[in-house]
């Protein structure tokens, strides 16, 4: 005891937390690749609509669900390090398939180069067959990249939970969440400039080799903190100190907890709160990462490799970003320096979080007047979501044992890709149709396309708040759930 009180404590968790944040940004950049390529790049080579892209975009945030309903039990099954591997293999694979989606689409309909599909008469029945082929093409590869990316946010969460005391969890869940928000940030500074120099297959080629490169650094330093050779006892002693196996001076004597049964998950309030705040809030966050690019397009003109529709999207994540860390050091605020248990402290800190996204009703009004406006007012909402985020992913945490951390973040990231479909095909429909309408469809002094995208809005500013009244009905008072 001695020594442990004497040694200086390592600090290798941070390490995991930054293998983490970059596995999360590379996830992002390559979900994000094609809402900033098929507007300006791919719809005019394959005659896309809207509603095209939102088929593509609500299937692949069906797939994404269905995915996350095995993902998490898979990962608890193969484990922290295993699962992770495999799961980014998965996702980076289906990454860089994408850029063959052209050269097939060319080939089964018999053309001689992409720019002869350029070429069709918008609207004619070779149009239209360019458009369908090439969405079933892009649909096949977003599957890959679904299934893949649903293991992500299993993995993270149970390595942060295997890492980290609880009260610390959730600013670690913030930092490596905010990966999501640096992979939105540094994708419209690189990926459209990418797209414009060598062809936008080559964005999808580039961004997903980076996976492969973080593969390497996993399998180097990721081992759990009892086996993990960087970690010291004294480190070790920090990260469980909320289990009474914080003082055990025999490593391989660390019993693992029981799992909890698949389908007995569904029996506790705790799963319906955390899937419920899953299901409201995770498609409006996806909804402006697939159509924000498109939305400053079509609403103001600037496309995703102009100098401003560059500065527009990067200011937008660059808000999320700078905001959204700070989203774990309240509730640990609240914690230490006003004594609530982590869950009382969590949900007080998200209820201040929820208020964010109101300001998203007057992106649209204020855009009248500048563009800039949307971008700054969105920023902050997508700020406001990814400290919620960070906090809700931790209350799995506080409430179920490492040991089922894995399947319950599979089932309430299911349950967020499901609001996600929602959002994104409907709004595609949803645009394709107001567009068609034009003055005959208004909605609180817009008309046409920018009505619908004022309806939109007003549904994201509120789901929040609508969210976490139900998760605090739910589950009104912090109560762990023990396996048994």
Not at 437 to 446: R, T
Request: one cysteine or more; hydrophobic letters at 50%; a neutral charge.
């Amino acid at each position: 005891m001695n020594a442990v009180k004497t040694t200086k404590m390592s600090n290798w968790r941070w390490v995991i937390c930054a293998l983490l944040f970059l596995a999360t940004t590379v996830n992002y950049m390559d979900r994000q690749v094609l809402s900033l390529t098929w507007k300006d790049f791919i719809a005019p080579e394959f005659h896309w609509t809207d509603a095209d892209y939102g088929t593509i975009t609500g299937l692949f945030s069906l797939f994404y669900a269905i995915a996350n309903l095995f993902a998490g039990k898979f990962i608890d099954f193969m484990g922290t390090k295993k699962g992770y591997l495999i799961a980014i293999f998965v996702w980076s694979t289906g990454a860089v398939l994408h850029a063959g989606c052209g050269w097939a689409a060319m080939t089964i309909e018999g053309y001689d180069s992409i720019e002869a599909l350029r070429l069709v008469q918008a609207g004619s029945d070779a149009a239209v067959a360019i458009a369908t082929i090439s969405v079933w093409l892009f649909l096949s590869c977003r599957l890959v990249l679904a299934v893949g990316e649903a293991g992500n946010f299993p993995s993270a969460i149970k390595a942060t939970a295997e890492y980290f005391p609880a009260k610390d969890r959730a600013f670690a869940t913030s930092i490596f969440n905010s990966g999501a928000s640096v992979g939105a940030l540094a994708a419209p500074a690189t990926i459209p400039l990418l797209a414009r120099a060598w062809g936008w297959e080559m964005a999808f080629i580039i961004i997903g080799v980076l996976g492969y490169v973080w593969m390497a650094l996993w399998i180097w330093a990721y081992d759990k903190p009892s086996k993990n050779k960087f970690v010291n006892q004294a480190e070790l002693n920090y990260i469980e100190q909320d289990t009474d196996i914080a003082n055990v001076q025999d490593r391989n004597a660390v019993k693992e907890e029981k799992t909890i049964p698949f389908f007995q998950c569904f029996g506790y309030k705790q799963t319906w709160s955390f899937l419920v705040g899953k299901f409201m809030t995770d498609g409006v966050w996806w909804f402006f990462l697939f159509w924000a690019p498109a939305y400053f397009s079509d609403q103001y003109g600037y496309t995703s490799d102009s100098g401003m529709g560059i500065a527009l999207i990067f200011t937008l994540y660059f808000i999320v970003t700078i905001l959204s860390i700070g989203g774990g050091y309240l509730p640990k605020y609240f914690v230490e320096k006003k004594g609530m248990n982590p869950y009382l402290g969590r949900m007080r800190a998200m209820f201040i979080f929820a208020c964010f996204p109101v300001l998203g009703l007057f992106a649209q009004p204020l855009g009248a007047y500048s563009a800039w406006w949307p971008a700054i007012l969105i920023g902050l909402l997508g700020a406001g979501h990814q400290a919620w985020s960070a906090n809700l992913f931790s209350t799995v945490g506080d409430m179920f044992p490492k040991s089922t951390i894995g399947t319950l973040v599979g089932l309430g990231t299911m349950a967020g890709g499901f609001g996600s479909m929602a959002i994104n095909m409907g709004s595609g429909q949803f645009f394709t149709w107001a567009a068609e309408q034009g003055a005959a469809f208004s909605f609180f002094g817009f008309e046409g396309k920018p009505a619908a995208y004022m309806v939109v809005f007003c549904f994201c500013a509120v789901a929040y708040l609508i969210g976490w009244c139900i998760m605090k009905a739910l589950v009104p008072k912090y109560k762990p759930v023990i396996a048994e």
